[in-house]
């Protein structure tokens, strides 16, 4: 059993941050971002809570899929940002939509987070027990906890959320979700501790003790070396199940970090760059959010048609990786 995505949709904070407004902070210019990135602009959460974003794209998810907010079962919001510790984001965004009758819950896979929340939510539907309608949110702020003295990783990331309304179908589909722990410490962002003067003993160094507090950090090397091997393995081990080849895919949407990333993703797979949406140059890395953001903007502009095979790949700390095939 598939599923299928009824409507997507999507919300990006309206300031933007382009490569030349770095030049006025650290040393860096233009050039230097777009040769090594492919970005050139992204968007900045101001005021904008990460729940707000997402309440915005849901809400044009549930306008474009015809479904009341009423008949959604379940919201899984997936983010590495949340507003608080407790509640989660899709409490707060159940509220915001009045969708009384969902439960709601949030996922946390980093960049990984909308292939595995998508994945989750074909197997709530699939068991049968009454669920029609879920909806999957990504909503990320990443701008909160970016050292901007890091020239390496600030230029990097931005803000944005998108959603999907899904129902079961007899539609395509397959997916692969897996992770290495043993690379979590190359991408992470430590919480603040009550009381961060107590010094951790030897016994519980778990290789995050000498990483900043509240800050994202990225060891870039090792992240480049595990994403060009994760997006393509990730498609791989979800077509092998179903016995489909890279030929017949119309799309790939891959997570959106880099587009030296990308690439050779690409040509690890045999598959052109003509078949991959990339909107990096415009959000930057907008951790779980940017395949979906990719996924919307590709039907909005009329790429991505019904009927189509789609291949959404991901990676993200943990380190994280997945694979769906889906027919849209």
């Known amino acids: 059993m598939g599923i299928e995505i009824l409507g997507t949709g ?19 210019n233009d050039e230097w971002i777009r040769t090594r990135t492919g ?3 992204r968007r900045m959460a101001g005021w904008e809570p990460t729940w707000y ?14 479904i009341s907010a009423e008949k959604i079962d379940l919201i899984i919001s997936c983010t590495a940002t949340a507003d608080f ?6 409490s707060v965004i159940q509220r915001e939509l009045g969708a009384v009758n969902a439960a709601a819950f949030d996922l946390n896979a980093a960049c990984s987070g909308f292939v595995y929340a998508l994945d989750v939510a074909r197997r ?18 990443l701008s909160r906890f970016l050292d901007f003295e890091d020239r390496g990783s600030c230029i990097l990331f931005g803000d944005g959320a998108s959603a999907a309304v899904v129902t079961k179908s007899d539609k395509l589909y397959s997916s692969h979700l897996a992770s290495d722990g043993t690379g979590a410490q190359y991408l992470c962002a430590r919480s603040l501790q009550v009381a961060p003067e107590v010094k951790v003993e030897t016994d519980f ?3 995050f003790t000498d990483k900043p507090l509240h800050k994202l950090y990225q060891d870039g090397k090792e992240v480049y070396k595990f994403a060009t091997k994760a997006l393509p393995k990730s498609f791989e081990l979800a077509a092998a199940k179903i016995g489909i080849t890279k030929d017949e895919i119309d799309w790939f949407i891959p997570h959106q970090a880099n587009i030296r990333i990308i690439e050779t993703a690409a040509k690890h797979l045999g598959a052109p760059m003509e078949k991959f949406i990339v909107t990096l140059d415009h959000y930057g890395n907008t951790s779980s959010a940017s395949i979906p953001l ?15 095979k789609l291949a959404l790949i991901g ?5 994280t990786y997945g694979g769906i095939i889906l027919e849209y």
């Open 10 to 28: 999507s919300y990006v904070p309206e300031q933007k941050l382009t490569n030349d407004d770095f030049t006025k902070f650290i040393d860096t």
């Open 39 to 41: 970005i050139t602009e």
């Open 53 to 66: 974003m997402g309440a915005k794209a849901s809400a044009q998810a549930l306008e474009r899929a015809g």
């Open 85 to 90: 510790h407790t509640p989660s984001m899709a």
């Open 124 to 141: 709530f539907l699939q068991t049968g027990d009454g669920m029609e309608h879920i909806l999957v949110v990504a909503n990320e702020s």
């Open 205 to 207: 160094n778990d290789g």
């Open 294 to 308: 990719a996924l919307n903007e590709g039907i909005e502009k009329g790429l991505i048609k019904r009927g189509q």
């Open 315 to 319: 990676f993200g700390a943990g380190l």
